[in-house]
């Protein structure tokens, strides 16, 4: 029995063909998303996207020996399209990196994202969907022929079942802003915004719920990427803390029961817990904007090349450790070179410098343990009764995997061997899972996870 997991994400979209009985991917393919239309909209476009994952399904189909069980997708989240009456795309997608809500409301007055979150009582931040929807309203920019507005894996998985009308789950839901993440429904609070909203969401159904077929099939109800990936990462939920370091970076843990967490977004995991969050909008990226830094220094000057500059750092014999008591002052940093969640006024710094430590090689280690430190702030805010049942640290994307002295400060700041997955693509992984659980081949997320996710042998503790 083989699944199919794919992938929309920002930059690429990806699917993976997984062999149950075998235990391993048996064919991964890829290739890039690209923005579409005006750029500081960050805007793409769906029929581009649904061409090329149909293209990647065919593919991996073609590619099955044995009967595929289910397919799923795992989709970026908190963007939005508009569809018709048919089903078809009237819009653009609008991503998750869409700028509209740092709009005020009237001159000199609150951001719409600000606006909206006081209204509705819970965080939406600029590129969710309905601070999105809202702008589009409130700037006359709305398509005229829209009836209904969903996220690019719910129109995705909508048109390959040949279905007319949209429908989403809570994880997509939530993270366009529309969704109760406790009750499962609609917000209440929606209604405390006076503009045409309610006519234009999606049905909430379940994460699991089977919307058709593609090619005979199971097509099941996609899923926000954020949950894919950790399902896809993570082996025992209960006990594991996930750090995943990508073009971004977040550091989630499972629990049964909601609760809220400082400087962590609640987010649900289908109808089987929820998902605490911190996020770094920089996340692996910070290591290689450092780079380009030496880079364009080293062209600058001109007294040395610039390539291989990468190969260079990672090679730097960098000692991390914990202990800090009785050693020179270090250099430090937080790198929020791309800013924070929540406000435009975050910038990275750097400092602790002095004549001694102003080195490229302190450069790269201040950075480093900066991007470490950037999301173990709020992992140390925790009661300590979570922290202490957090006792396995796992570490997915291509960030931290392809980073040795990521993986060193990691361990020595959190105490804990790093469990490297064996397998990439963790967010396709999440989709199978997913998929095989909506076609009854796992009884819940557990059994699929400990059926396909793998560590690597070297990094077991």
Request: glycine fraction near 10%; aromatic fraction near 10%; proline fraction near 3%.
């Amino acid at each position: 029995m083989n699944l199919i997991g794919l992938d929309i994400g920002t930059t690429t979209i990806c699917g993976v063909l997984y062999s149950l009985d075998e235990q391993k991917t048996l064919l991964t393919l890829q290739k890039d998303n690209r923005f579409s239309g005006d750029r500081e909209e960050y805007t793409q476009d769906p029929a581009a996207i649904l061409a090329t994952l149909t293209e990647i399904l065919d593919k991996l189909i073609e590619g099955s020996e044995d009967e595929i069980g289910a397919c799923s997708i795992s989709a970026q989240m908190h963007g939005i399209l508009y569809v018709d009456e048919e089903g078809e795309a009237v819009s653009p997608f609008y991503t998750w990196q869409n700028k509209r809500g740092r709009e005020p409301v009237e001159e000199g007055s609150l951001s719409l994202e600000d606006y909206f979150t006081e209204k509705l009582g819970y965080p939406v931040h600029t590129g969710y969907g309905i601070v999105t929807h809202c702008s589009l309203i409130l700037n006359h920019c709305f398509p005229e022929e829209a009836v209904k507005f969903c996220n690019i894996g719910d129109y995705a998985a909508m048109r390959l079942t040949g279905r007319k009308v949209p429908v989403t789950d809570i994880t997509l839901g939530a993270s366009m802003g529309i969704a109760d993440i406790r009750t499962g429904t609609y917000a209440e609070s929606l209604n405390n915004i006076h503009l045409k909203i309610r006519d234009y969401l999606p049905e909430i159904v379940a994460s699991t719920e089977k919307l058709g077929t593609y090619q005979g099939i199971p097509v099941i109800q996609p899923i926000g990427d954020n949950q894919a990936s950790f399902l896809g990462s993570v082996k025992e939920k209960e006990r594991s803390l996930l750090l995943n370091y990508g073009t971004s970076g977040q550091l989630s843990f499972f629990r049964k029961e909601w609760a809220e967490y400082k400087g962590l977004e609640t987010r649900p995991l289908g109808n089987e817990g929820y998902l605490f969050v911190a996020f770094s909008l920089a996340g692996g990226k910070s290591y290689m904007i450092l780079a380009d830094f030496f880079s364009h220094t080293a062209e600058a000057f001109g007294t040395a090349s610039s390539e291989n500059i990468v190969k260079t750092m990672d090679d730097m014999d960098i000692h991390f450790s914990a202990d800090k008591e009785g050693r020179e002052p270090e250099m430090d940093c937080l790198p929020l070179f791309l800013g924070e969640r929540g406000t435009d006024r975050s910038y990275g710094w750097y400092s602790g410098i002095t004549d001694r430590n102003f080195t490229p090689r302190n450069m790269v280690k201040a950075t480093v343990q900066g991007m470490i430190n950037e999301l173990r702030r709020f992992y140390v805010t925790l009661p300590e009764e979570i922290r202490e049942s957090l006792d396995f640290l796992a570490a997915a994307g291509n960030g931290i995997r392809k980073n040795s002295h990521l993986i060193k400060a990691a361990e020595a700041s959190y105490g804990m061997k790093v469990n490297l997955l064996d397998l990439s693509e963790e967010s396709c992984l999440g989709a199978a899972i997913n998929g095989g659980k909506g076609a009854g081949i796992f009884k819940d997320y557990n059994e699929g996870a400990d059926r396909i996710v793998r560590y690597r042998v070297d990094q077991l503790l």
